[in-house]
């Protein structure tokens, strides 16, 4: 199963700018598509963005188009989450996702499978 890593989080003022990263521990990101997903303390997880084993296809949440990119850059096995102009109801632990790319791409926390450990993106004055 894919084991999955993120980096990337941190402390950020309101306005301000972090990337977030999506490496693999085990085995390849390459095959499979990939998610990235958020939960603020006593919140349900929701979603922030997903974006296709071939990286044609991104989904993004209404809160985050227009200020969150995502992308991929196979040679270097890794998922991005780009995110500019920060609130803080941005704040929260972010995980990334996977699903080997066999599956129908579905942007919804129930369709995949493989999930990371969190990073925590804190954003406040």
């Known amino acids: 199963q894919l084991q999955l890593v993120e980096s990337g989080g941190g402390l950020v003022q309101p306005g301000g700018s972090l990337r977030l990263s999506c490496t693999a521990s085990?085995?390849?990101?390459?095959?499979?598509?990939i998610g990235w997903f958020r939960q603020a303390p006593g919140k349900e997880r929701e979603g922030v963005a997903c974006?296709?084993?071939?990286?044609?296809?991104?989904t993004y949440e209404d809160a985050v188009k227009g200020r969150f990119t995502i992308s991929r850059d196979n040679p270097k096995d890794t998922v991005y989450l780009d995110m500019t102009s920060l609130r803080p109801e941005d704040s929260g632990t972010y995980f990334c996702?996977?699903?080997?790319?066999?599956?129908?791409?579905?942007?919804?926390?129930?369709?995949?499978?493989?999930w990371g450990q969190g990073t925590p993106v804190t954003v406040s004055s």
């Open positions: 085990r085995f390849t990101l390459r095959n499979s598509h």
């Open positions: 996702a996977g699903e080997p790319d066999y599956t129908a791409y579905v942007c919804r926390a129930s369709t995949f499978g493989s």
């Open positions: 974006i296709s084993a071939s990286g044609r296809i991104t």
